[in-house]
């Protein structure tokens, strides 16, 4: 591993002990799950914004599970039996199969990113940056704050990290998180009411799926995989900082979404001599703000972060 990954994936959470560290690793849950970005989808333009960044992490959920799939069972030729127990076997083959190949509502198969980019384009998201990203070697480099660092660790650790470290990221950082944090963006978006059929299937399969299939197999195979107290402190902790992570990249979403006032009833965002009231911050209308100005409305946020 680089000098520079070794230092991405350990510079965060050396202050923690054991039971800090498990402390803050379920306040960060809580925390997310609680969100202030989810009572702002309340209008199409914000549920359009919102799922720009989400994608995101749509995406770069498959490079850990991949990675987990590469390490628990045999991905390459010729075939050999995995060490690992067929429980956990089955459970990363039976995500994936989920990932890449579930059904949609009509009961085609379809993999969960395309589903989620068919969301998009059911609300009018602009799918260009993340496509824009893959065609470009997912040079990370090309992606706006918050979006970049969340993606640079995650990749990080799906390439060069321990696999109590991947599979604590991918437990603790999604499959764990997933059902209170999408069941708050739906409770928003059922009331909201708006038309988003497709984004509320995804949203709703992820919470039944994950919950209550996957989330207690999940637990155990990461107990399996951290046997010694030393890979579980650096497994929780590399799950700290991906929640960290992800809490600095609901910031900057919810810095953009609220930094343009929409027209009531409207998708459209109203013209920069628009006075900006509330909590939405003043900035250029302009849908590409700029990196740095989305950097400097993401400071106050940001400064709250611990590495
Ligand atoms: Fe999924």
């Not at 990749?155 to 991918?170: D, N």
């Not at 965002?269 to 993401?298: I, M, Q, Y």
């Amino acid at each position: 591993m680089s000098e520079q990954k070794r230092e991405k994936l350990t510079a965060t959470t050396t202050l923690f002990n054991m039971s800090e560290l498990k402390a803050e690793v379920n306040r960060m849950i809580q925390h997310l799950a609680a969100h202030p970005i989810y009572q702002h989808l309340n209008s199409l333009a914000a549920i359009k914004c919102f799922m720009e960044y989400h994608v995101f992490a749509v995406f770069d959920f498959m490079s850990l599970l991949k990675s987990l799939q590469n390490q628990i069972t045999c991905t390459s030729l010729p075939w050999k039996p995995s060490g690992y127990p067929g429980e956990m076997v089955r459970l990363i083959n039976e995500i994936v199969s989920g990932e890449e190949s579930d059904f949609d509502e009509q009961g085609n198969p379809i993999s969960h990113f395309d589903l989620y980019i068919r969301a998009m384009e059911e609300v009018g998201a602009d799918t260009f940056e993340i496509f824009n990203f893959i065609e470009n070697d997912c040079n990370v480099n090309l992606l706006k704050p918050g979006v970049r660092e969340f993606l640079d660790y995650d990749f990080a650790v799906a390439q060069s990290g321990s696999l109590a470290e991947v599979a604590a990221v991918f437990f603790y950082g999604r499959e764990h998180l997933i059902p209170e944090m999408f069941s708050s963006i739906l409770r928003v978006l059922e009331q909201e009411e708006k038309p988003c059929p497709t984004l509320l299937y995804y949203l709703r399969r992820h919470i039944e799926v994950d919950r209550d299939e996957h989330g207690p197999l999940a637990q155990k195979c990461l107990a399996y995989l951290c046997d010694t107290e030393a890979k579980k402190l650096k497994a929780l902790s590399a799950a700290l900082k991906a929640l960290y992570l992800r809490e600095q990249l609901w910031d900057c979403a919810l810095v953009e979404l609220t930094s343009f006032r929409v027209q009531p009833n409207k998708s459209q965002f109203v013209g920069e001599s628009d006075v900006v009231r509330g909590d939405c911050v003043e900035v250029s209308p302009s849908r590409n703000a700029s990196v740095a100005k989305l950097t400097c409305l993401a400071a106050p946020f940001l400064e709250r972060r611990r590495f």
